[in-house]
């Protein structure tokens, strides 16, 4: 099983909304990402947890604020987003961090 | 810093053509290479990776061979269908450092009956 899951396909939210996104896996992999993907564009680097810890944060607005509360789950808290959040994020997970990375589907974010 | 450089799109080919689509990289140490695929409205699908120099990987009749003398990963096909029409990824992770995932820009492939 190579799946990781996310949740939800789609969310349209204001810019006073708060949501969060959702991922897990079940793979065991350690490792889990968070990336931004506008269109006809390749993913950027958005968060990176080791272990359940914060490893990477690439310089990214503090209305997005990500969680890890356990191995398997990876949130991302969404708070006074802008319109140009707009934008397909994806979840990524990884054995390590010198192997291939799994992604899911993406949550399209729609922010009006 | 690390790169990926891909050929622009989009390359539009009929049913049972040959694909290349290029891809060289710049990175310091021995990258491992991938490539990813994304269908339409998608997440992105890890189609074939690399690990060191001569390796070819291979998945669903594509392939790709780790040429560190050119710094290439260049994705091939013998023989494209419509089902394989979609954005194609080549990235690189390095052994150094924070080992991050670099993509390069994607390539549309588009295949016609």
């Known amino acids: 099983d190579t799946e990781v899951t996310q949740t939800p396909k789609h969310l349209v939210m204001g810019m006073t909304n708060k949501k969060s996104l959702k991922c897990e896996q079940h793979?065991?992999?350690?490792?889990m990402y968070w990336y931004k993907q506008k269109a006809k564009k390749p993913p950027e680097l958005m968060f990176v947890?080791?272990?359940?810890?914060?490893?990477i944060n690439e310089s990214v607005p503090s209305r997005f604020s990500p969680e890890c509360p356990n191995s398997s789950l990876l949130n991302l808290h969404l708070h006074a987003l802008q319109p140009e959040d707009s934008a397909l994020y994806l979840c990524?997970?990884?054995?390590?961090?010198?192997?291939?990375?799994?992604f899911g589907q993406g949550t399209r974010l729609t922010v009006v | 810093g690390d790169s990926v450089t891909q050929m622009e799109g989009p390359v539009t080919l009929s049913e049972e053509a040959f694909l290349t689509i290029n891809c060289t990289y710049t990175?310091?140490?021995?990258?491992?290479l991938f490539w990813y695929v994304q269908y339409p409205g998608e997440g992105l699908q890890l189609l074939l990776k690399?690990?060191?120099?001569?390796d070819k990987g291979s998945n669903k009749g594509f392939e790709a061979t780790y040429r560190k003398e050119t710094t290439s990963f260049h994705l091939e096909k013998g023989s494209v269908q419509v089902s394989d029409s979609a954005v194609y990824f080549c990235?690189?992770?390095?052994?150094?450092?924070?080992?991050?995932?670099?993509f390069g820009t994607g390539t549309r492939l588009l295949v016609s009956p």
């Open positions: 990235a690189l992770r390095t052994n150094t450092g924070f080992q991050k995932l670099v």
């Open positions: 990175a310091t140490g021995y990258p491992s």
């Open positions: 690399a690990t060191k120099a001569d």
């Open positions: 947890y080791s272990y359940e810890k914060l490893s």
């Open positions: 793979m065991g992999h350690r490792a």
């Open positions: 990524a997970s990884s054995q390590g961090r010198a192997v291939e990375a799994f």
